[in-house]
């Protein structure tokens, strides 16, 4: 029930083509649904994010798509270019409360993003 | 600019030996992670600290120990690495608002354990 789904593990898309990668869970208890960015030899950066009473938010040529209803998230950029290739993880948040908040990520196994000129 | 610093970029260590692995924070976060990185796998949680002295497993804990004695540090202990703790090891940090964007990962310490 903690698990997040990732697919595909690569893709390749052509330069100015749209790149999806698609995110399932199930537990019902996530409230929000964030996507890293991770290029090689750095952390993984906070790209965009979403909670689950909205179902769709656009920034620049990021667009996450969600439905609560099937339990499902994609993420959808548009124009891809050389500049995106990088790895792409989804991850599920939960709020834990201890002696202030902190938040439980479950993250996606990966998706290698290439763009090719 | 604000960081999460891992002291070592990379790592060889032998069988058996001791580890630690540090995580230094210059945003005066009260929440610090520890993660690790396998291709396929994604990232996951070992241990966080939620405070000074305070931490909790996450959910592969098993093989590994951590220490918080000030704020800003937050170490990472393998009490006698095995082959299987070789990875990517990723610190991270955020603020005890809950804040997503708080969350702030640094540039990770490869481990190989020979």
């Known amino acids: 029930q903690q698990q997040v789904k990732q697919s595909p593990q690569s893709l390749i898309v052509q330069k100015g083509g749209i790149s999806i990668i698609n995110c399932a869970y199930e537990?019902?208890?996530?409230?929000?649904f964030p996507w890293y960015q991770q290029f090689p030899g750095k952390g993984p950066a906070l790209l965009i994010a979403i909670r689950p009473d909205v179902s769709e938010k656009k920034e620049g040529r990021f667009t996450i798509s969600f439905n609560k209803s099937a339990k499902q998230f994609s993420l959808h950029i548009m124009d891809s270019q050389p500049g995106d290739s990088a790895t792409y993880f989804c991850?599920?948040?939960?709020?834990?409360?201890?002696?202030?908040?902190?938040?439980?990520?479950?993250f996606g196994t990966g998706t290698l993003l290439a763009v090719q000129p | 600019d604000v960081k999460v610093t891992q002291s070592s970029r990379y790592l060889v260590k032998r069988t058996g030996e001791k580890v630690f692995l540090e995580c230094v924070q210059d945003?005066?976060?009260?929440?610090m992670f520890w993660y690790r990185q396998d291709p396929g796998l994604g990232l996951r949680l070992i241990y966080f600290?939620?405070?000074?002295?305070?931490?909790e497993k996450g959910d592969i804990p098993e093989g590994y120990s951590v220490s918080r004695e000030k704020k800003e540090r937050f170490s990472l202990i393998l009490e006698s690495a095995s082959t299987n703790q070789t990875s990517m090891y990723l610190c991270?940090?955020?603020?005890?608002?809950?804040?997503?964007?708080?969350?702030?990962f640094g540039s990770g310490t490869r481990l190989t354990v020979v």
């Open positions: 945003m005066d976060h009260e929440n």
């Open positions: 600290s939620y405070d000074v002295k305070m931490k």
């Open positions: 991270a940090s955020s603020l005890s608002t809950g804040s997503l964007r708080s969350y702030t």
């Open positions: 537990n019902t208890a996530f409230d929000y």
């Open positions: 991850a599920a948040g939960l709020r834990v409360n201890y002696g202030g908040a902190t938040n439980k990520l479950i």
